[in-house]
């Protein structure tokens, strides 16, 4: 390898705490010029962070950065690392919606101003579509909000690549090919390596492995805020680099928490047929955790809601066969109740069960508060403190335990493990596992593949209709993802279903 | 199936419609053409009204107005909300009465004052990261004590130079329709073609967009806040020129009616997204609601509500076409 002048990026001892978690320990990263480097890991396992550390949004806690040879650690930030030419293209995307195509170049370039400026960034996001998105079909003066999701990406991936007074030297690309479809993910993946030819270095972050593999030229790959392990893609296998991230032992962990598939003798609790069709239902019995898997939007929050509304008379197509509680990964806005103490978060649901005479007996509230501490294992000394003095994993187990304690037989739980660290998170698995086990109903949508393990079986969701139906026992992430973009194995269980609808 | 998935293009909803609609031409359009509507009615109501001194008596007091709406539309562009626009302009007059034609030094320096302060609203909501409607709401109570405190009783005088001015007769076109065209055109190019107006209509979709790409927000919403309070300073003005007198008071009608001028010209309240020239016309429609009654012999009394249903009947069409949308 070459000597450190020779690199593009060199991050040394990165460190970044938040709070009691521990993002970043101490991360040693080089980039080439040219180089097309891919960095793999668990959702957690602190890639996000160290990109937001490489493009300026995050300071690190200690740990050096230069660029091109120079030392940069002070003063580093978001400026400071557009003028050096290091971009990013965002997961969560970061264009704005009421602006049209040109005018979000704009915002990226600071120095595209002065007289004729939209000529210029209209020419400029053209040349850069037409280069990597040949026969891409949106317009520069299109508005953005008007735009899909993937041809959104598209912009914003091409906005990335357009150059005004300051270079382009390190594109970093987080899930770029999650929401564009398999044409222009390739196209993609094709322009980066016409890209690294011309001196650009590019970072991808991907979940996608024969994508890393085929198209990158080293991989790095994270674990618990560490790297852990620097390997040419060239010398490495699909199944060598899920043994790096970790996986193995996870899904060995997970399968033995339940020895068989759910009994079919255990009674039918949901039975509901998407808004759009489609020939497979989704059916989950009492004793089950069922997982709703596909890209984000897709339908499964729908069928969540429909499952919601059924007992209530809801809408024909779904029959639910029980109490429902719906337990949101959205904490601040549909979640907690911010103003108040723990144990009033956990005894809100069943309130008419606490009151004595019309009135609620303070008593039974706190010893309830307290029993659920214990049982969901709440980090906190007394129940009686804010909910917010809780970290973000803590509120959810609160919020779990809500869902838990009022009793009902159906726990809707959507996307539950949003910002909820390793640890706990693997803690509520546990616990949904034991409420399953006692009989209740779990139906989980998650958009992180890892989770689906812990189910019993999964639903795969496309354009609002269900793609494939995988049990525990055959799932893999290649599986899941391919049947998120509406591509099934023909060899899958539900061929004959298919052949019923053609 | 393999062919489906593969022109699929992972985009699941619009891909049906490749060309993108023009949203925002639309957004102008139909405001300009219920204007147009209203002013026809008013012609053949009054035929008297299509003359020049028929104009400018109609349209009189719509300077005030287009002035606030365009103050009003700078702190929507922010996804913020103004409650003391009103206020402030009544504290403008007041200023003004009182000051601007015996100690012009003085009453320049408190106008100055005033611009700052609102501009340093704006540096406070974003600083604190307050709603603006609290801030602003509170705010209105300090403008309008600040002015009874400076004019307790309605009184002082418009300088002569301000009464000549907003009494000028242009040729051929009454000077509130020359002001309205001017005000358009600077507003329009000052949020939609400028370069920095990009930034500050982005600050109000996606600030952590903006941000990223290395704005300062701080910057940005004190701007839009500054421009607010010196397009408030202009409606304060030239308020005192048409009255030719000062009222603590005067200004309170205008924080609602710029709200409304904003949104019926084809602003929202959230997203960032406005529109300068639907703005002035949405002035004009506010305006002209009261004139079209009263020559419809609807008695005045009924302005105020036909008001507020239009920007309730804005608000729920425009509800109802995204519904289907």
Redesign the interface.
Known sequence: MSGATDSLVVLGGIAKQFGAVRALAGVDLTILPGEVLAVVGHNGAGKSTLMQVLIGTLAPDTGSIAVAGRDETAGYDVRRAHALGIRCVFQELSLCPNLRVFENVRILHHGLMGFGWPRRARRLVRAALDEIFPGHGIDADAVVGDLSIGQRQMVEIARAFTVTDQPVRLVILDEPTSSLGARAAEQLLRFTRRAAGRGISCIFISHRLREVLEHTDRVVVMRDGQVVARDRAADLTEALLVERMGVMADAAHAASTRANGAGADLPVRVDIQPTAGGTIRLIARAGEVVGLAGLDGHGQRDTLLQAFAAPRGGGPGARVDGSVAYVSGDRPREGVFPLWSIGRNVTIGLLRRLSRGGFLSPQAESATADEWRLRVKVRTPDMNNPILSLSGGNQQKVLIARAFACGADILLLDDPMRGVDVGTKQELFEDIRAEADAGKCVLLYTTETQELQHCDRVYVFYRGAITEEIARAALTEDRVLRASFGQTDDTGQHSGGRADAA | MQR???S????????AD???????SGRVLLPAAALAVMLAAIFVLQPRAMSYNGMRLLLGFSLPLMFAAMAQMCVIAASDIDLGLGTYIGLVNSLSALLLADRPLLGVLSLVGCVLAYAGMGAFIEARRLPSIVVTLGASFVWLGLALLVLPTPGGASPAWLSALVRLKPPLVPLSIVVAVLLALVGHWLFM?S??G??L??I???P????????SLLTARTVLYGLAGVFGLIAGLVLTGLNTTGDANFGAPYTLLSISAVIVGGGEFF???VAPVGAVIGAFIMLLTGSLLSFMDVSTDWQLSVQGAILILVLGTRAFRRRRA
């Not at chain 2, 699929?8 to 891909?15: H, N, V």
């Not at chain 2, 490749?18 to 949203?23: D, E, I, M």
């Not at chain 2, 952590?208 to 704005?215: F, N």
């Open positions: 489906e998935v593969a699929a293009g992972g985009a699941p909803a619009s891909d490749p060309v993108p609609r023009r949203r925002f073609r370069s920095y990009v930034v209509r982005g109000g979709s996606t952590q967009a903006v941000r990223r790409a290395g704005w997203g960032g997204i």
